[in-house]
C-alpha cells in the first residue's frame, strides 16, 4: 500500500493508509478504542484519536504541572503538515 502525497488533506486518504501511517510514526493502536493509537517518544507521550471532525492529540503530563494537553488538527490539513505539528512534541 502506498500513500497519498504527503500534501493531501487527511480526509483524502483511506482509513487503512492513516492506520499505516500512524503505525509507520511509531504509534501503537489502543486495542479497546480502535480509533485511538498511542506514541511513546523520549521526551514525550500522546495520545492520538481519530475522530468524526478532527484528529486529536493529548500530550500527556505535558505542561510543567504534569496536566495533559490536548491539541486537535481538522482533516482538510495535510498529512505533512499534521505529522509536524503533532510529532514535534507539546
Known amino acids: 500500500m502506498i500513500l497519498p502525497?504527503?500534501?493531501t488533506p487527511l480526509y483524502s486518504h483511506p482509513?487503512?493508509?492513516i492506520e499505516k501511517w500512524l503505525a509507520e510514526l511509531g504509534c501503537?493502536?489502543?486495542?479497546?478504542?480502535?480509533?485511538?493509537?498511542?506514541?511513546?517518544?523520549?521526551d514525550w507521550k500522546a495520545e492520538i484519536c481519530l475522530e468524526v471532525e478532527e484528529l486529536t492529540v493529548r500530550y500527556l503530563e505535558a505542561k510543567d504541572t504534569?496536566?495533559?494537553l490536548t491539541?486537535?488538527?481538522?482533516?482538510?490539513?495535510?498529512?505533512?503538515?499534521?505529522?509536524?505539528?503533532?510529532?514535534?512534541?507539546?
Open 15 to 17: 482509513l487503512p493508509d
Open 71 to 90: 491539541r486537535s488538527f481538522k482533516y482538510s490539513l495535510s498529512r505533512q503538515d499534521i505529522e509536524a505539528a503533532v510529532f514535534s512534541g507539546p
Open 66 to 68: 504534569g496536566e495533559d
Open 5 to 7: 502525497d504527503a500534501k
Open 28 to 42: 501503537q493502536q489502543d486495542k479497546d478504542n480502535l480509533h485511538c493509537w498511542q506514541i511513546d517518544k523520549k
